[in-house]
């Protein structure tokens, strides 16, 4: 029994390496997982295809009793065989409409792999995300409607490279464990000798039942989940799960502080939104190296009486102790610190490197936007979109056949059909049963053809009038959402200061979203134009791959004096800034250059020249004058996409 | 799915249940948005609400749940059925539950509206209508999750649908109008997208719920959660009473609410407020006053005050509120601050 959790325990005394615990932690999420799958919703697995991540999925399917349905979902399957619908081949041998289970419903008792699930549609999303919510698929398609039961678990393949590329987050937000394997080495996890017991597993999927958990731990996981900001109550429910099954495959009916402590390393630390109140760092310089988030000297929880505990820097060794004296104390939550202190020490070990970096105030380096391996999107065809019902129509030119509704307007004339049949004297024997489909029964799925636009903001926050600029930029931006819902357009932000070029706002189509990503931006320091330049195209240009038409939209006065290597000077900024325009003029965007100074200057405008951008000074760049200007673009673009 | 979670084991979210309970004391208010985090029970409200509402009767076997009560169903073969002395119509009725039809993601519109029969064509070379999700939800809710990822069509057709409380297809050389009544409930988080403005207007109520940040409604949030998983019956049993307590509140403010009175003073309250906030035309007043009568009968008050306006000013109107990019605080404080200035507080 004792060898199971041996794992993760053995290599958290090994901490101070960030490596084999980021694995140690993987295995334990991959028991977990095994023990109680549908429970814990999944797993959120970023990681590149390889011998890593394919010795996970081993490891997991190995812990999973013998012929769970491991099934792995491709990214763009239909809704067809995702939820189920008419069994075509059925019905027409059959003449009688036959219904058929998708996916989803085939999983059941199982557990899905969404492939590539970074670029998970979000419509794919929520759908998943449903039968997740509800354990059973609800079907009512193509003229059948079905209700099965799905209860699943998933394991979200996520081989994002950036920030922006993520696992839609209505799905992450319902997967138990996140874990990020992107800089596990594969020799690391080839020496590790983990001693994970299928059979301790299995029991401990008898005894999960059984587990019950004391008012306190519940307290510490909560209290943890809420100074770490994850704001969403699943992360606490599945905290919670994720603790009863650490007890379970101990062997125990209680919950103790060590499965706490697990569970909040393995489910709420990689959530973490912010430091414990208290413990925010003050801002340092973003040249300043992220801290160890697993360092032997992990920062102190804000509490007095806490750092005295070994128990701080190893969550894998607390003491079970820890929580008696604090037990059955008054009700009030902040009288359990020591056992609060430990899950919520161990919670924030498990905060990723980067994400602490952020947390604390600083987004040092320049997120791009750019994203690799997405050459396959180029083919952004006619026949994609939305579906709009259909029509009918032979399906010529590319048009798809809608095989229900052709089938539907063949069906009432059936009998007709095989009367008119026998009295010419044509049936044979084998025609009896088949379906007549004759070219007026012809339908064509109609798809909404329109591309979609996306309008990138590209917006100079250096020097004195950024403020003003972003502040035009950002009602802009707003006025654009509040009335492009019915065009389904969306928009992205991006700005430039002192030495980089920095995302603000993803493409999005929320107000909220907007909203909260441009409250309070920052102004002010050198303009990097080229830098700029350079990641707006390439936002553009990821837009463009997936089949949407982007705008850019320049608020600058053309006035570079930071080269893309940070250097400040004026010559060499400019000479590259130009070099960036020609850049972007060969891709072909549809480009506006808004010259926001006071008086038209000539460098914006050659700027603009050089880009095949618009050229349109607008001293003042109000937000309503820019959003006509931009729509009016965008209606052009459109048109040509 | 079995058991649904008891709605009065709902911990805080007071605004989003008590907007559920006007809508089911009063479906003329309208439906109810939910926008809001996840995790926060938005889903589980309203799935709660079914178990909750108390039976209604109907002609047996009518696919539109007709009520034989009423002088002029909708549907054709009811309308066809003899009415006796006391206005009833005769024919076989059955107690039911209140249908909340779930409409899934992914429905293609012939499921929603109703098609052909596509047994009957194929087997037996019939031509006949087969009721679509629109007629089952029909005196009762039609749930739409993750509203703002619906497929542009099926909005266009819930929103003619959800105004005009009838629904006509013609398809397939069918030609079938039949009623669909129904409350339209939508729950969706704000971050994946706006909702069309239309649509945004056929729901009568939108709140907006968060999740709570205060430790002890968390833990208890869990708990609770917890306890219903291990063993949801036992957990339902619990409630039960407390359950049975908000349906006979329903029940209650149904019989009272065609007696409440809505005072001139309150009448021209609720038409300044709305003058104020700039709401365009009658259906925020119409709202704002079938809301507040609704809440009235909840409280078993026989008159309609101007408490009982502010406490359904925000849910009636926020959504209605025309966008300024000048003003960048949220509706709800526009509201407040609307409600703050006319009754002077």
């Known amino acids: 029994m004792a060898a199971a959790p041996a794992a993760p325990e053995a290599n958290a005394d090994a901490d101070a390496d960030a490596t084999p615990s980021t694995w140690a932690a993987a295995v334990a999420a991959a028991t977990l997982m095994a023990i109680d799958p549908v429970g814990l919703g999944g797993v959120n697995l970023r990681a590149l295809a390889g011998p890593v991540r394919d010795r996970w999925l081993e490891l997991l399917a190995g812990l999973l009793?013998?012929?769970?349905?491991?099934?792995?979902?491709?990214?763009?399957?239909?809704?067809?065989?995702l939820l189920g619908g008419l069994d075509l081949a059925a019905t027409l041998r059959t003449g009688r409409p036959v219904a058929q289970r998708g996916v989803l419903a085939e999983a059941d008792g199982g557990v899905l792999l969404m492939a590539m699930a970074e670029r998970l549609p979000a419509a794919t999303s929520a759908r998943l995300v449903a039968v997740l919510d509800a354990g059973e698929v609800l079907v009512a398609r193509d003229g059948v409607s079905l209700q099965h039961p799905a209860r699943l678990g998933v394991v979200a393949l996520d081989e994002g490279a950036t920030v922006e590329e993520c696992v839609p987050p209505g799905l992450m937000?319902?997967?138990?464990?996140?874990?990020?394997?992107?800089?596990?080495?594969?020799r690391e996890v080839a020496d590790a000798g983990f001693a994970v017991d299928a059979q301790a597993v299995a029991a401990a999927r008898v005894g999960l039942a059984r587990v019950r958990i004391d008012d306190d731990l519940l307290q510490a996981l909560c209290g943890a989940a809420l100074a770490l900001g994850t704001g969403s109550l699943r992360a606490s429910v599945l905290a919670l799960r994720a603790a009863g099954a650490a007890a379970a495959l101990d062997g125990r009916d209680a919950v103790n502080a060590d499965d706490a402590a697990l569970a909040a390393r393995l489910v709420l630390g990689p959530r973490a939104t912010r430091l414990p109140p208290g413990d925010a760092a003050p801002p340092e310089s973003a040249a300043e190296p992220p801290p160890e988030p697993d360092s032997s000297d992990?920062?102190?929880?804000?509490?007095?009486?806490?750092?005295?505990?070994?128990?701080?820097?190893?969550?894998?060794?607390?003491?079970?102790?820890?929580?008696?004296?604090?037990?059955?104390?008054?009700?009030?939550?902040?009288?359990?610190?020591?056992?609060?202190?430990?899950?919520?020490?161990?919670?924030?070990?498990?905060?990723?490197?980067?994400?602490?970096?952020?947390?604390?105030?600083?987004?040092?380096?320049?997120?791009?936007?750019?994203?690799?391996?997405?050459?396959?999107?180029?083919?952004?065809?006619?026949?994609?979109?939305?579906?709009?019902?259909?029509?009918?129509?032979?399906?010529?030119?590319?048009?798809?056949?809608?095989?229900?509704?052709?089938?539907?307007?063949?069906?009432?004339?059936?009998?007709?059909?095989?009367?008119?049949?026998?009295?010419?004297?044509?049936?044979?024997?084998?025609s009896a049963g088949r379906i007549q489909v004759r070219a007026e029964d012809f339908?064509?799925?109609?798809?909404?053809?329109?591309?979609?636009?996306?309008?990138?903001?590209?917006?100079?926050?250096?020097?004195?009038?950024?403020?003003?600029?972003?502040?035009?930029?950002?009602?802009?931006v707003e006025l654009l959402l509040a009335d492009c819902y019915v065009r389904r357009d969306r928009v992205a932000v991006l700005a430039f200061r002192g030495k980089v070029a920095e995302v603000l706002l993803p493409p999005t189509r929320s107000l909220v979203r907007a909203k909260r990503s441009l409250a309070g931006l920052p102004g002010g320091g050198g303009t990097p134009l080229a830098a700029g330049i350079d990641a707006a195209a390439q936002l553009a240009d990821a837009m463009r791959r997936r089949g949407?038409?982007?705008?850019?939209?320049?608020?600058?006065?053309?006035?570079?004096?930071?080269?893309?290597?940070?250097?400040?000077?004026?010559?060499?900024?400019?000479?590259?800034?130009?070099?960036?325009?020609?850049?972007?003029?060969?891709?072909?965007?549809?480009?506006?250059?808004?010259?926001?100074?006071?008086?038209?200057?000539?460098?914006?405008?050659?700027?603009?020249?050089?880009?095949?951008?618009?050229?349109?000074?607008?001293?003042?760049?109000?937000?309503?004058?820019?959003?006509?200007?931009?729509?009016?673009?965008?209606?052009?673009?459109?048109?040509?996409? | 799915m079995a058991?649904?979670?008891?709605?009065?084991?709902?911990?805080?979210?007071?605004?989003?249940?008590?907007?559920?309970?006007?809508?089911?004391?009063?479906?003329?208010?309208?439906?109810?948005?939910?926008?809001?985090?996840?995790?926060?029970?938005?889903?589980?409200?309203?799935?709660?609400?079914?178990?909750?509402?108390?039976?209604?009767?109907?002609?047996?076997?009518?696919?539109?749940?007709?009520?034989?009560?009423?002088?002029?169903?909708?549907?054709?073969?009811?309308?066809?059925?003899?009415?006796?002395?006391?206005?009833?119509?005769?024919?076989?009725?059955?107690?039911?539950?209140?249908?909340?039809?779930?409409?899934?993601?992914?429905?293609?519109?012939?499921?929603?509206?109703?098609?052909?029969?596509?047994?009957?064509?194929?087997?037996?070379?019939?031509?006949?209508?087969?009721?679509?999700?629109?007629?089952?939800a029909n005196r009762g809710f039609l749930y739409v999750d993750e509203v703002n990822l619906l497929e542009d069509h099926l909005v266009d057709l819930l929103i003619d649908v959800a105004a005009s409380g009838e629904n006509v297809v013609e398809r397939e050389g069918l030609s079938v109008r039949h009623p669909a009544r129904f409350v339209l409930v939508g729950s969706g988080n704000p971050e994946e997208g706006e909702l069309r403005p239309q649509l945004l207007?056929?729901?009568?109520?939108?709140?907006?719920?968060?999740?709570?940040?205060?430790?002890?409604?968390?833990?208890?949030?869990?708990?609770?959660?917890?306890?219903?998983?291990?063993?949801?019956?036992?957990?339902?049993?619990?409630?039960?009473?407390?359950?049975?307590?908000?349906?006979?509140?329903?029940?209650?403010?149904?019989?009272?609410?065609?007696?409440?009175?809505?005072?001139?003073?309150?009448?021209?309250?609720?038409?300044?407020?709305?003058?104020?906030?700039?709401?365009?035309?009658?259906?925020?007043?119409?709202?704002?006053?079938?809301?507040?009568?609704?809440?009235?009968?909840?409280?078993?008050?026989?008159?309609?005050?101007d408490g009982h306006l502010k406490q359904v000013a925000a849910p009636a109107l926020r959504h209605r509120l025309r966008r300024s990019p000048l003003d960048d605080s949220g509706s709800t404080v526009r509201v407040d601050r609307a409600v703050a200035e006319l009754f002077g507080e």
Not at chain 1, 65 to 81: K, M, S
Not at chain 1, 447 to 466: C, L, P, V
Not at chain 2, 222 to 244: C, I, Q, S, Y
Request: with cysteine; charged share 25%; proline share 7%.
């Open chain 1, 65 to 81: 009793p013998a012929g769970t349905p491991l099934r792995r979902v491709p990214l763009h399957i239909n809704d067809e065989r």
């Open chain 2, 201 to 305: 207007d056929r729901f009568g109520l939108s709140l907006e719920v968060k999740t709570p940040e205060d430790l002890p409604s968390r833990i208890e949030v869990v708990r609770r959660r917890d306890a219903f998983e291990r063993g949801p019956e036992a957990f339902t049993e619990a409630w039960r009473k407390e359950d049975e307590r908000v349906r006979k509140r329903i029940v209650k403010a149904r019989a009272l609410l065609p007696s409440v009175v809505v005072p001139d003073a309150t009448l021209e309250n609720a038409a300044r407020l709305c003058m104020l906030l700039g709401t365009d035309g009658l259906r925020g007043e119409l709202t704002l006053m079938r809301a507040a009568r609704a809440l009235a009968a909840l409280d078993g008050d026989e008159v309609v005050t």
């Open chain 1, 298 to 430: 992990p920062p102190e929880p804000p509490s007095p009486d806490a750092g005295s505990d070994d128990a701080d820097a190893d969550p894998g060794v607390a003491e079970g102790n820890d929580n008696e004296q604090s037990e059955s104390d008054a009700p009030d939550p902040t009288s359990h610190e020591p056992l609060d202190d430990v899950v919520l020490a161990a919670a924030k070990a498990a905060i990723p490197a980067g994400l602490l970096a952020l947390l604390q105030g600083q987004a040092s380096a320049a997120r791009s936007a750019g994203a690799g391996g997405r050459a396959g999107q180029l083919q952004a065809s006619r026949r994609r979109g939305r579906p709009a019902g259909a029509r009918r129509g032979e399906p010529r030119n590319g048009a798809r056949l809608n095989v229900i509704e052709t089938l539907r307007a063949a069906a009432p004339w059936q009998r007709v059909r095989r009367g008119e049949i026998t009295a010419a004297g044509q049936g044979d024997g084998n």
């Open chain 1, 173 to 186: 937000d319902r997967l138990a464990f996140h874990l990020d394997l992107a800089d596990v080495s594969w």
């Open chain 2, 3 to 136: 058991v649904p979670f008891p709605f009065s084991a709902i911990v805080g979210q007071v605004e989003m249940k008590l907007a559920i309970l006007i809508a089911a004391t009063d479906p003329t208010v309208g439906g109810v948005l939910v926008f809001g985090d996840r995790g926060t029970g938005k889903s589980t409200a309203v799935r709660a609400l079914a178990a909750l509402l108390p039976k209604m009767r109907v002609v047996a076997g009518c696919p539109y749940g007709c009520d034989p009560a009423s002088a002029s169903p909708g549907c054709e073969a009811c309308r066809a059925l003899k009415v006796d002395a006391h206005g009833q119509r005769i024919a076989k009725t059955a107690l039911v539950p209140v249908p909340v039809v779930d409409l899934p993601l992914g429905a293609t519109e012939d499921r929603v509206v109703g098609a052909l029969d596509l047994e009957r064509a194929l087997s037996q070379g019939v031509k006949a209508f087969e009721p679509g999700l629109l007629a089952r």
């Open chain 1, 443 to 476: 339908h064509v799925t109609r798809f909404k053809q329109r591309s979609e636009t996306t309008t990138i903001f590209a917006i100079d926050a250096s020097g004195s009038a950024a403020l003003h600029r972003l502040a035009e930029a950002k009602g802009a």
């Open chain 1, 548 to 641: 949407d038409t982007p705008v850019i939209v320049f608020l600058t006065d053309g006035r570079a004096n930071i080269a893309r290597d940070g250097t400040p000077g004026r010559v060499l900024a400019d000479a590259q800034a130009i070099e960036a325009a020609r850049q972007m003029r060969a891709a072909r965007f549809t480009v506006l250059l808004v010259d926001t100074s006071q008086q038209p200057q000539a460098g914006a405008q050659r700027l603009a020249l050089e880009m095949g951008a618009r050229y349109l000074p607008l001293p003042n760049a109000d937000a309503n004058a820019l959003s006509r200007s931009v729509r009016v673009l965008a209606a052009g673009a459109a048109t040509q996409g």
